[in-house]
C-alpha cells in the first residue's frame, strides 16, 4: 500500500514519470494480490491445523507475486520494453497462484485434516 501511494503521489507530483495506470496498478492489484494470497495461505494452513509459518514454498509464491507487481510497474516506466515487462508480470502471477493451488491444494483435498 505505501509504494503504491507514493507512486500515485510521484505521478502527481511529475506527470508522465510513472504513468497513471502503472502507479495505479501497484497501489491496487499488487496490495490486494499480496493480501488475497496471504489470507489463502494463512487460512489454508489454520483450518488444516498446520502452523502457521511460510515455509520457503510459500515465500517462493510471495516473491514470485512481488515479481509481477514490480515487472508492471516496469513497464510504465520503460514503454519500449512494456510487452516484455508485462510477459514477466503475468508469469509472476501464474506462478504464485498456480504455485499456491498446486501447493495448498492438497490440504483442501484431505477432509481429515480439516476442522471447523
Keep these: 500500500m505505501p509504494l503504491g501511494a507514493f507512486a500515485l503521489a510521484a505521478e502527481a507530483a511529475a506527470p508522465g514519470l510513472i504513468g497513471v495506470p502503472a502507479a495505479l496498478h501497484l ?35 510471495y516473491a514470485a507475486l512481488v515479481v509481477g507487481v514490480l515487472a508492471r510497474l516496469a513497464g510504465g516506466l520503460w514503454p519500449d520494453l512494456a510487452m516484455s515487462f508485462y510477459h514477466l508480470a503475468g508469469a509472476g502471477w501464474i506462478i504464485a497462484f498456480l504455485g499456491f493451488a498446486l501447493g495448498y491444494g492438497r490440504l483442501f483435498l ?7
Design 110 to 116: 484431505s477432509t481429515s485434516q480439516i476442522t471447523d
Design 27 to 61: 497501489w491496487m492489484a499488487g496490495a490486494i494480490g499480496l493480501m488475497t494470497l496471504a489470507v489463502m495461505t494463512r487460512a489454508t494452513l489454520g483450518h488444516s491445523n498446520r502452523p502457521l509459518h511460510a515455509g520457503p514454498g510459500t515465500v517462493m509464491l
